[in-house]
């Protein structure tokens, strides 16, 4: 990792996690990101980590390679906490899950005047992504927008299109592994203060991706209602890497 290792952090299943709570890790996003791209400064890469990112890690080397370069790896699920309850020397303060990181994070940046720029989704999703959480945030200004379709061929026009707009924080949801590739690929390319993460995020905020109730996502079993709810695409996903990451964190329990 970069300058992510100045952040405390402890290894769970083999990867070194923040154990920033969730309302510490966005005060450090709001507080930086612009300051970091005023500078003219490399941008932080912030990737997050959960059951599918812990079997990743462990059997696909392109991936692994890629979360190493993170600067910050936060806590996207519950299991991850859990585990650094029972484990670890000092445990990771709460789940910061990427959708409750971008939701809670909205009115500071709206109010501070940090700008947002959304990649990734459908064309429409990423659209009604936008307009609804400006509609819902007084004050927020996004610095831009743009679906996660393209040809290897036009990557170098997305970035010089996220570069005209000069975003504090560079929101990336293209799905694990395509969007921790294109972050480090191009961290050198891309004028930002911060570069995170956020898989079917946008889904999330337009109701494409119903989100769990509070008492699943609480127990741990926000899996087990979108496996239930979207079984074509994350049914295998989820039935082959959940038991692969619980024995992940068994075998690095001690560090």
Same mark, same amino acid.
């Given at each position: ?75 996207? @699920? ?28 909205? &009115?500071?940046? #709206? ?8 990649? %990734?989704? +459908? ?10 959480? +400006?509609?819902? +945030?007084? @004050?927020?200004?996004?610095? @831009? ?5 393209? $040809? &290897? ?10 570069? #005209?707009?000069? &975003?504090?924080?560079? /929101? ?20 930002? %203060? /911060? ?10 905020? +337009? @109701?494409?991706?119903?989100? #769990?109730?509070? /008492? ?6 926000? /899996? ?5 709810? $979207? ?25």
């Amino acid at each position: 990792m970069g300058e992510g290792r100045a952040v405390e952090s402890v290894r769970i299943g083999g990867v070194p996690v923040s154990t920033l709570s969730l309302n510490a890790l966005i005060e450090k996003m709001l507080a930086e990101a612009p300051a970091r791209r005023a500078a003219g400064r490399s941008p932080w890469l912030v990737f997050d980590c959960n059951g599918h990112g812990l079997s990743l890690n462990a059997t696909d080397p392109a991936f692994r390679a890629d979360l190493a370069q993170a600067d910050l790896i936060h806590a996207d @699920g519950q299991v991850i906490v859990a585990a650094s309850r029972r484990f670890a020397p000092a445990p990771i303060a709460d789940r910061s899950s990427t959708t409750d990181m971008f939701i809670d994070s909205l &009115p500071g940046a #709206a109010a501070r005047k940090v700008r947002y720029f959304l990649l %990734g989704g +459908t064309e429409q999703v990423n659209a009604d992504c936008a307009a609804r959480i +400006t509609a819902d +945030t007084p @004050g927020l200004e996004l610095a @831009g927008r743009r679906n996660g379709f393209w $040809n &290897p061929e036009e990557e170098a026009a997305v970035i010089d299109a996220i570069n #005209a707009t000069e &975003p504090d924080v560079l /929101w990336v949801g293209t799905g694990k592994p395509r969007e921790q590739a294109f972050c480090v690929r191009n961290r050198d390319r891309i004028k930002a %203060g /911060w570069i995170v993460t956020c898989g079917g995020l946008f889904n999330y905020i +337009t @109701g494409d991706y119903p989100r #769990a109730p509070q /008492w699943m996502q609480d127990a741990g079993l926000e /899996w087990l209602h979108r496996m239930a709810t $979207n079984p074509r695409h994350l049914a295998w996903r989820y039935l082959t890497t959940n038991p692969h990451a619980l024995w992940l964190i068994w075998k690095h329990r001690n560090g």
